[in-house]
């Protein structure tokens, strides 16, 4: 099970920093990402973890903004999102995926790939 916090409202060019905990002991054998969908739109990837965490990467539309993190000592992923607009307004949502690789990210970063999601938290951004 996963649940996300840490949403809310917040004004263009502030940040937010949104917090996934996974039940279970099986978290390290996960690679995590974030996804979202705003009114309207399909859901969309955001961000990828590789299980050690060493490895990740973004949407174009949030590279260098967003940072995506994990402690599995804490069966925990995080998306720290900064300089926010509000094309980043949407339901953020994170979810986990078996991944044969400890370092590794997965080279599919479609949302069918997941099998496991979160009830996801809402971000909105007003200008």
């Known amino acids: 099970q996963l649940v996300e916090s840490g949403g809310g409202s917040v004004q263009a060019g502030g940040s937010l920093r949104l917090s996934c905990a996974a039940s279970g002991r099986a978290f390290s054998t996960y690679a995590m990402g974030w996804f979202r969908q705003a009114p309207g739109k399909e859901r969309e990837f955001v961000a990828g973890i590789s299980r050690s965490g060493e490895n990740t990467n973004y949407a174009d539309s949030v590279k260098g903004r967003f940072t995506i993190s994990r402690d599995n000592s804490k069966s925990t992923v995080y998306l720290q999102m900064n300089s926010l607009n509000s094309e980043d307004t949407a339901v953020y949502y994170c979810?986990?995926?078996?991944?044969?690789?400890?370092?590794?990210?997965?080279?599919?970063?479609?949302?069918?790939?997941?099998?496991?999601w979160g009830q996801g938290t809402q971000v909105t951004v007003s200008s």
């Open positions: 979810a986990g995926r078996l991944f044969w690789s400890v370092g590794q990210l997965p080279d599919s970063r479609s949302q069918r790939e997941y099998q496991h």
